[in-house]
């Protein structure tokens, strides 16, 4: 299982929406509604923003929204603020030995 | 509140193993799979496997397959993970972490991380 494709980093502007794709196959990402994206800040352990797609935990900001077309799952940060700078990961369920399988990470900048 | 902490920072040369502990606190340890993730620097996450605290059965990624061994004490509810052959492209941090609910692979919670640094 190769990893999943993100983006290796994106910006935008206070108050901006941004996008973070992540791109997988038809044996994961597009077969399981299992996807999952984490904020992580340098030093800390991440953190859970989205489940199952498109699900958020309780305490998450609804700036937070995930999605998923076909093989590619997609994180949308709306109103975007200083603190939203971090590394994003997703992640998919795979149903193989390799149970989970990681993107490699899209640093955001909030210019 | 669940809590998962890690035990500390390790330095390692290469050849060695290192065997990293992960105390679960704030529910019935033998519920829920612990799985391990690791980040080298500059690099994504890496899951590298998991174990059923009740049962003790283990999965492991193929890329760690016959290098890492995850195992338990339930009576002290820690899980452990031991790797090695240490090489230097395993240095990282190394996390535990525990799902919830259905989905096996999404994780709520993380321990704080142990940094396994591998030098000469």
């Known amino acids: 299982q190769s990893a999943l494709t993100q983006p290796a980093s994106v910006s935008g502007s206070p108050g901006q929406s941004i996008t973070i794709s992540c791109t997988g196959t038809?044996?994961?990402?597009?077969?399981?509604?299992?996807v999952s994206w984490y904020q992580h800040h340098p030093g800390k352990a991440p953190k859970l923003i989205i489940s199952e797609v498109s699900k958020r935990p309780s305490g998450v900001s609804n700036r937070f929204s995930g999605s998923k077309s076909g093989n590619t799952a997609s994180l949308t940060i709306s109103g975007l603020q200083a603190e939203d700078e971090a590394d994003y990961h997703c992640?998919?369920?795979?149903?193989?030995?390799?149970?989970?399988?990681f993107g490699g990470g899209t640093k955001l900048t909030v210019l | 509140q669940v809590q998962l902490v890690q035990s500390g920072v390790e330095v390692k040369k290469p050849g060695a193993s290192v065997k990293v502990s992960c105390k679960a606190s704030?529910?019935?340890?033998?519920?829920?799979?612990i799985n391990w993730v690791r980040q080298a620097t500059g690099q994504g996450l890496e899951w590298m496997g998991w174990?059923?605290?009740?049962?003790?059965?283990?999965g492991y990624a193929q890329k760690f397959q016959g290098r890492v061994t995850m195992t338990r004490t339930n009576s002290l509810s820690t899980a452990f993970l031991e790797l090695t052959s240490l090489k230097s492209e395993d240095t990282a941090v190394y996390y535990c972490a525990r799902a919830v609910g259905a989905d096996s692979s999404s994780f709520p919670y993380w321990g704080q991380g142990t940094l396994v640094t591998v030098s000469s």
């Open positions: 992640s998919s369920y795979t149903g193989s030995t390799n149970l989970v399988v």
């Open positions: 174990i059923n605290p009740n049962t003790g059965n283990t």
């Open positions: 038809s044996s994961d990402v597009g077969y399981y509604n299992y």
């Open positions: 704030g529910y019935t340890f033998t519920t829920y799979d």
